[in-house]
């Protein structure tokens, strides 16, 4: 079985995760302050909708493939060197989130890269809803390297409980459901009239915090994998 609540644990450090809150409250703000939605609440409503709507599809989607994946790789001779490999490289992971708490300006980070924000950013000027649902599922592909690590360790855990697929697919759904959560609260305090200012410096603040989080659960679940 699946420890409920340090599943849910793992998917709210997720969902605080500076890349795709900070994401969320520049697209947001982007709209508000120059797509002509400051005073349209129902079209800010809509294009947040589709927008973490694309979010949450996209993550299931590549949480469903992660498992497959592992789920695959641990049934083969490789299974004692794949845990080892993939619990190896998310503990690494959490020592770099912590690394950019307490020493950021050294190299080596998870995030997304320049060309990623150039392409969203290049999108946000025309943000129809199609177009957000662009930009939602880029921002999921493009924070890989910030987003993904510990979803793939949930994915690797889950994988290994033996489970029954459908009870693999809600532990998912809820797992994504808890991930999304953090975006549609900024969403709401957006739309009921925060101010992009105050929502960047709530980030700036907290977001070594958030993490912090993230990393410690990395290294768990690094360290899971492999005992």
Known sequence: MINLSILTAAALANGLNPCGIGLTITFLGYLLVFGGLSKDKKGLLKIGAVYVLAVFLTYLTAGLLFYGLAFYMQRLWLASVFKYVLGGLIFMAGLVQLKDVF?????VHLRMGMGGFKKINGLMTNATLPVTFLIGF?????????????????????ARSGLPMFAVLGYFLYYNLIFILPMILVWIVMVAGREIVEMKEWE???????????GIFMIGVGWWLVR
């Open 103 to 107: 020493f950021p300006d050294l190299p």
């Open 138 to 158: 880029l921002t999921t592909a493009f924070s890989t390297p910030c987003m993904m690590p510990l979803y793939v360790g949930t994915a690797a855990v889950i």
């Open 204 to 214: 700036h603040k907290y977001g070594k915090w958030m993490r912090f989080v993230m």
